[in-house]
């Protein structure tokens, strides 16, 4: 009897605990069911009874059990999309183009990005390709690649605001890469190839042209100089004649005027021909040595002289014009023909 009533009441103690552990075990399902967390840069998007509920952002959330579900995630980071296509330009040139956008989700408009759009790769993608399509239109090759920032730019734009309404925000599109035609690529090289060998051609021509006028004024100058060292050289001798004259008429005062120059003609005439003898070659110089041989060298040197002053405007001494003027009466006039 005992053992039985003490048994009966330790039922009777142990069904509330069962109770309580059964509702704490319910109680922390039910907890742990209702409290998850987000990573950093992510969303998730809840959804009660399948109708768009919030966005859970980053860190602690709870969310009703059993009523709210996570439909799906987003991630807020920026991804990279590289686009292919083939584009044709003005100039009926296909070029091959891998274009890069950069885009990311706006926070603010996830479930926009969730809903909206169901593959938002192959959308973006359809749209960049529209708008590099028209603009490459208006191109010609070279201008493609020359102004590359141009087309990304433009698709930045348009894309921005298109992109905008669907809850993605486009940070920046690049021209990757531009790629012709091979067959494109060589004529272009051969294009260039030519034009620099017009310009090369184009250059050595004028300095040629340089060189030759150079060379003719060079040419002109060192004449000039050496007319005017001649000049001046004749000018120094009939001078340098005219003081030996007049040196050698105060030694000889009664001598006449032709036999001092006679004999300072003769003497210049085997000075020169001492240092001909005495150069550094051989040669051989043939002296006339008849009667007359000393008056034709004296006459030759004379002559010489006078050439000489009148070519360097110089006076001519006084004892070569009284030779002159002498030679010039000695000389009788032709006879009249009959």
């Given amino acids: 009897m005992v053992m039985n009533l003490f048994l009966a ?8 605990i069962v109770g309580l552990l059964c509702f704490g075990l319910i109680g922390l399902f039910l907890f742990f069911s209702g409290v998850f967390v987000v990573g950093q840069q992510h969303a998730f998007i809840i959804q009660r009874f399948g109708k768009f509920s919030r966005v859970a952002r ?35 040139t296909f070029v091959t183009m891998i274009l890069r956008v950069q885009y990311s989700v706006i926070p603010e408009r996830a479930s926009d990005a969730f809903y909206k759009l169901q593959s ?14 028209g603009e490459v239109a208006k191109m010609q090759l070279r201008d493609v690649f020359e102004h590359q920032d141009t087309i990304g730019t433009a698709v930045n734009e348009q894309l921005s605001l298109s992109m905008a309404e669907f809850g993605f925000l486009i940070r920046n599109a690049l021209v990757n890469e531009v790629r012709p035609a091979e067959e494109v690529v060589t004529a272009m090289n051969r294009v260039v190839a030519s034009e620099n060998e017009k310009t090369a051609a184009k250059n050595q021509g004028e300095a040629q042209k340089l060189r030759t006028v150079l060379h003719a004024e ?17 000018e120094a001798i009939v ?22 120059m006679n004999l300072v003609l003769i003497n210049q005439y085997f000075d020169a021909m001492r240092d001909i003898a005495q150069g550094d070659k051989a040669k051989v ?41 002498v030679d010039e009466v000695s000389v009788p006039p032709p006879a009249p023909r009959m």
């Fill in 218 to 234: 060079a040419e002109a100058e060192a004449k000039r100089l050496q007319g005017e060292g001649i000049a001046a050289q004749r």
């Fill in 120 to 133: 938002p790769e192959q959308q973006i993608s359809a749209f960049v390709l529209n708008v590099v399509r």
């Fill in 58 to 92: 980053a860190g602690l959330n709870f969310k009703w059990p059993f009523l709210d579900m996570v439909a799906g995630k987003l991630s807020l980071q920026i991804r990279e999309l590289d686009i292919p296509g083939q584009f044709k330009t003005s100039d009926n």
């Fill in 239 to 260: 001078k340098g004649l005219s003081v030996s004259v007049d040196s050698l008429r105060g030694a000889m005062p009664s001598a006449d005027p032709q036999t001092l």
């Fill in 9 to 16: 009441q330790a039922e009777s103690s142990a069904a509330p």
């Fill in 285 to 325: 110089i043939f002296v006339p040595s008849g009667a007359g041989a000393y008056r034709d060298v004296s006459d030759q040197l004379f002559q010489s002289f006078v050439n000489a002053s009148e070519t360097a405007n110089v006076p001519i001494p006084p004892a070569l014009s009284k030779k002159k003027q």
